[in-house]
Nanobody
């Protein structure tokens, strides 16, 4: 079973930046598509960015041009670079493997991102 640990969240002012990391255990990390999800209080969890095992990426409209997803298979790690952060980006951010567009692994603790002045 793949275990995922998210880190890098924190409190940042509007317009600021954060880089989230998702460290995965297991020897077959490189075969999975991976996604970053977020969930704000009172809202449904949503996919914000995805990357295939071949490096193709997709983004939710709300984060296009501001967020960048990347992966380093040698380090078993997926990253989410978040720039020009807005208060509406405030949420707990999770990573997960994706199978046919659906999260298919167990959920970790996530990492809290708070954007506030």
């Amino acid at each position: 079973q793949v275990q995922l640990v998210e880190s890098g969240g924190g409190l940042v002012q509007p317009g600021g930046s954060l880089r989230l990391s998702c460290a995965a255990s297991g020897s077959i990390f490189n075969i999975y598509a991976m996604g970053w999800y977020r969930q704000a209080p009172g809202k449904q969890r949503e996919l914000v960015a995805a990357i295939t095992n071949g490096g193709s990426t997709n983004y939710a409209d709300s984060v296009k041009g501001r967020f960048t997803i990347s992966r380093d298979n040698a380090k078993n790690t997926v990253y989410l670079q978040m720039n020009s952060l807005k208060p509406e980006d405030t949420a707990v951010y999770y990573c997960n493997r994706m199978d046919r567009g659906t999260p298919s692994g167990s959920w970790g603790q996530g990492t809290q991102v708070t954007v506030s002045s």
